[in-house]
């Protein structure tokens, strides 16, 4: 089973509005990352938070992690038709040399 | 583009056969991880590679095999594939296994 959930599965939005996804997690963990896949491709890596902070920034990406929730979000802000995309967030355990990741946010933006 | 490398880009075989996978890491990095992706799903663990060691290993049979060379590239190994083998196949490099992994973009394998 997926350490991490993401929420909500699919999400589709106009050109312009801000996109918020969500991911849950079980485990203790030392790092949080947010990805990004087109159409099936390779990865991108968007933003690593560590254990220890609380909010992270990246141009319109904003990353915030809740360790006594067990959960993370990250905010795409003024969202473009180029988003569109997969989003999966992935825990880096803290006894194991691995991520683990969730089964993605299908993020559509309408121009 | 993140400079990790993979080949051949699209794979297909047939079950019971066996396949090799390659992967050359970013320049500077000695960590190399592998994943499967199946269609709808997030990628899956199997295991990584440190300075030529197996380095932790997710939920997958012996039947998966890795090997991490000296200049840090690597291998995928999968022995008598099965149907549900079919799936794209991501490795990923960092230096060090807590860093920022950076993927290549894949390799697709289509099991008959």
């Known amino acids: 089973s997926q350490q991490g959930e993401e929420d909500p599965q699919a999400l589709s939005i106009q050109e312009g509005e801000n996109a918020t996804m969500n991911c849950s997690y079980k485990t203790s963990i030392n790092n949080l990352q947010w990805y990004r896949q087109n159409s099936g491709r390779g990865l991108v890596h968007l933003i690593l938070i560590r254990s220890n902070e609380r909010e992270k920034h990246s141009g319109r990406l904003r990353v915030t992690l809740d360790t006594s929730k067990k959960s993370s979000s990250l905010l795409i802000t003024a969202s473009r038709a180029a988003d569109t995309a997969s989003y999966f967030c992935a825990t880096d355990d803290l006894n194991a040399g691995k991520s683990t990741f969730g089964d993605g946010t299908t993020l559509t933006v309408k121009p | 583009e993140t400079g990790v490398t993979q080949s051949p880009t699209h794979l297909i075989k047939t079950r019971g056969q066996q396949v090799t996978l390659r992967c050359s890491s970013q320049s500077g990095h000695n960590t190399v991880s592998w994943y499967q992706q199946a269609l709808g799903q997030g990628p899956q663990f199997i295991f990584q590679?440190?300075?030529?060691?197996?380095?932790g290993r997710g939920n997958f049979p012996p039947r998966f095999s890795g090997l991490q060379f000296p200049n840090y590239s690597s291998e995928l190994n999968v022995n008598a594939l099965e149907l549900d083998d079919s799936a794209l196949y991501l490795c990923a490099s960092s230096q060090g296994e807590e860093e920022t992994q950076y993927f290549g973009p894949g390799t697709r394998l289509l099991v008959l």
């Open positions: 590679y440190y300075r030529e060691e197996e380095n």
